[in-house]
């Protein structure tokens, strides 16, 4: 079974639709949560962070929960730009530091 | 801001060389990672090293080897090139002082080998 699982999509939806996306983590031990986005070609760059208490940053609110494993992201009013593909990330404690274990990643499209 | 940089954003080798791929940062990151990319199967975590000199084979080392002499750098070795080692590299780091550090990502390397 895979550590982080991501619905691959493509999600398909128009301009101001709201859209959601999962990921679930095998591993009750984790630690910390992020969601990052890539556009094609390029390198991930931070989303934002993942909090037990959910957070919210303009359009896009991100939950955990903790009982069930895993992590939400929620787009609001979707835009043309938010296409790219969404990585969900899980930070597992190991010896001194952390390892991080990426999601594959579910891919949003927004079309006019 | 964070500067993850990487020698070079495209590179063509030939089957057999030793092919050797810089990280720089300039956030005094203890932490350093290697990942490797490919279609359909994610980001694949080669090596990491959360301190000088120290370095843990990630769920891809066969074929990989890093070196971190300083703490500014960690460096990714393909000891005999072959082709299925062609991939996107990418490289980050992440503080191990702050309690759920987000990872900072350099602009990757297209590596082809020929």
């Known amino acids: 079974r895979k550590e982080v699982e991501q619905d691959p999509g493509p999600f398909n939806v128009p301009e101001g639709a709201t859209v959601a996306f999962n990921c679930t983590y095998s591993?009750?031990?984790?630690?910390?949560f992020f969601w990052y986005r890539q556009d094609c070609r390029k390198e991930p760059k931070l989303l934002m962070s993942v909090y037990s208490s959910g957070n919210e940053d303009g359009r896009f609110t991100a939950q955990l929960n903790r009982a069930s494993q895993y992590i939400s992201l929620l787009i609001r009013d979707s835009k043309l730009s938010d296409s790219a593909t969404y990585l969900c990330v899980v930070n597992l404690a190991s010896g001194g530091s952390y390892i991080p274990t990426f999601g594959r990643g579910t891919s949003l499209i927004v079309h006019p | 801001d964070v500067k993850v940089t990487q020698s070079s954003r495209y590179l063509v080798k030939r089957t057999g060389e030793k092919v050797f791929l810089e990280c720089v940062q300039d956030m005094d990151h203890e932490n350093m990672f290697w990942y490797r990319q490919d279609p359909g199967l994610g980001l694949r975590l080669i090596y990491f090293?959360?301190?000088?000199?120290?370095?843990e084979k990630g769920d891809i080392p066969e074929g990989y080897s890093v070196s971190r002499e300083k703490k500014e750098r960690f460096s990714l070795i393909l000891e005999s090139a072959s082709t299925n080692q062609t991939s996107m590299y990418l490289c980050?780091?992440?503080?191990?002082?702050?309690?759920?550090?987000?990872?900072?990502f350099g602009d990757g390397t297209r590596l082809s080998i020929l």
């Open positions: 090293s959360y301190d000088v000199k120290m370095k």
């Open positions: 591993n009750s031990a984790s630690q910390s």
């Open positions: 980050a780091s992440s503080s191990l002082r702050q309690v759920g550090a987000p990872q900072h």
